[in-house]
């Protein structure tokens, strides 16, 4: 195969400006909530066997990959429990069938995930329900290590589940030991809160938390200091995470609508919703985003695009326009409606290319989030396939806002050669290259006179080589192609200062 050098100037020139534009634009979080809680996703059936829990979850992740996912959000803390081995929970009850009962052969589901996922370039965010204790009333099966035994005045019972009370400064303290913990021993990429801060309010049932407030309170208006509680320990996580790990993201889904207009006549949205994240769950989006103390929001926006009470259309419009822009947003959708709801909108197969398409003309999302992983795998509807037909071509995630400045680094590309195995790629870094300062991975594009330069892999996480190759094993051996790889750092950005060989 002949080397870069030899193409004509004007094509080599096209194709290298073709990717510095694609490493601009091929960018775009594409993920998936993947739900312990109940079994929703994972796993399908409770079990303590490590083989049934490994296949179940390469199945899932190959079949996510295959409609463009890169990214997936594991529940690992859904109720007080956990479905790694903790100090400070017992083994989820939906992970084995029994809380506290831990897989054989000392297995560690989380750590699995996190290696296999990495090594096909997908990443691992825990996603932590901090404050909800228990699903049920019922406190028969609780492990001995449960909250409910080891910190009864912890928590508080409302509309038939058990809850921490977010205004215990100690119920705090807990739960930094538990991001804690979690960020010191995996090699997760980001740590995740949903909706759930104070518990949905039903109907004339105030949730039990005047005792604390008295105590804690200092005569603050009840909601302005539940609001300021997660406030409090919501800035307190991004510390935490920041101090240890500054690569790792955290981020938050909040319910889709932050007020209403009736309620905030200058910033709330055109929407009728009967629930507000601000009003209702205590949980101030823009508060967040406004103090720094967020990577990203990610609003739960599960509407149809023209629902009236609360219009995707809108709502998309309004967080695009009120969140900082230091601050990402990623959409969150409505998977889990496609064939499945009264809205008829959500029966049309085209309603969700609908929503992504109107994310690109805002040109403020950086991607998409789908509730759930089961909702697009086995949509009736083959939604699985559209995405795949969305995302013809892999993506990497957005790059990381930090202040730790980019290592740049050499990457020297040999001549490549046609094998029976495809072409073949090799690449290297300067051997005295520490070992720690080795790019976190690399992208690789590919390019002919006739096809731009194009995302074609991106190569496991920190392999720790120097040198390095690749096999295109889908080159036509017709086209003379040329490959760009670009070292990646742990905050997805570009190191390189390329070298090719000639």
């Not at 609780?142 to 035994?149: D, G, K, Q, R, V």
Request: glycine share 6%; aromatic share 12%.
């Amino acid at each position: 195969m002949e080397d870069i050098s030899r193409l004509p100037a004007l094509l080599l020139l096209a194709l290298l400006c073709t990717c510095v534009s694609a490493q601009n634009t091929d960018r775009d979080l594409r993920g998936v909530w993947m739900a312990t809680v109940l079994n929703i996703d994972y796993p399908q059936n409770p079990t303590v066997s490590a083989a049934t829990l490994q296949a179940d979850f390469n199945s899932q992740l190959f079949r996510l990959r295959k409609a463009g996912m890169n990214t997936i959000f594991v529940q690992v803390r859904p109720a007080g429990d956990a479905i790694y081995p903790s100090k400070l929970a017992p083994w989820s009850e939906w992970l084995t069938g029994v809380q506290g009962k831990a897989p054989v052969s000392n297995f560690d589901p989380l750590a699995y995930m996190i290696e296999t996922a990495h090594k096909q370039g997908v990443e691992i965010h825990a996603w932590v329900n901090p404050y909800r204790v228990a699903m049920s009333l019922d406190s028969t099966n609780f492990a001995p290590n449960h909250l409910y035994h080891t910190h009864r005045d912890w928590v508080r019972t409302y509309n038939g589940r058990r809850y921490l009370d977010p205004g215990l400064p100690d119920v705090r303290a807990h739960l930094g030991e538990v991001i804690d913990e979690l960020v010191a021993n995996y090699d997760i990429d980001g740590v995740h809160f949903d909706d759930y801060f104070y518990p949905y309010p039903a109907a004339g049932i105030p949730f039990p938390d005047q005792a604390t407030w008295h105590r804690y309170g200092q005569g603050r208006p009840l909601a302005d200091w539940r609001r300021e509680n997660v406030n409090t320990f919501v800035a307190e996580t991004y510390r935490r995470i920041k101090a240890a790990k500054p690569w790792v993201q955290f981020g938050i889904s909040p319910f889709g609508v932050w007020r209403n207009q009736s309620q905030d006549p200058l910033r709330g949205s055109a929407t009728r919703a009967s629930v507000s994240s601000y009003d209702d769950l205590y949980g101030d989006a823009l508060a967040w985003a406004e103090a720094g103390t967020v990577d990203y929001l990610l609003p739960q926006l599960y509407w149809s695009m023209d629902y009236p009470p609360a219009s995707y259309r809108v709502l998309a419009s309004w967080w695009a326009g009120n969140v900082p822009p230091g601050v990402r947003i990623y959409i969150g959708h409505a998977a889990y409606k496609v064939a499945n709801n009264d809205d008829q909108a959500w029966h049309d197969l085209e309603e969700m290319p609908r929503q992504l398409s109107l994310n690109e003309q805002l040109g403020r999302s950086s991607g998409s989030v789908y509730f759930s992983t089961k909702s697009i795998l086995n949509n009736p509807f083959g939604l699985a396939q559209r995405l795949a037909d969305l995302y013809p071509t892999m993506a990497l995630p957005p790059a990381r806002n930090t202040t730790v400045p980019v290592v740049a680094t050499k990457v020297k590309q040999y001549k490549q050669k046609r094998t029976e195995k495809g072409n073949l790629v090799v690449w290297e870094v300067n051997k005295k290259t520490p070992k720690d300062q080795l790019p976190h991975y690399y992208a690789i594009y590919r390019g002919s006179d006739s096809t731009p330069m194009t995302l074609l892999h991106r190569t496991p996480y920190h392999q720790g080589c120097h040198r390095l190759h690749y096999y295109d094993k889908l080159a036509d051996p017709l086209v003379q192609y040329v490959y760009r790889i670009v070292p990646m750092d742990r905050f997805h950005r570009n190191m390189s200062v390329a070298k090719v060989a000639r």
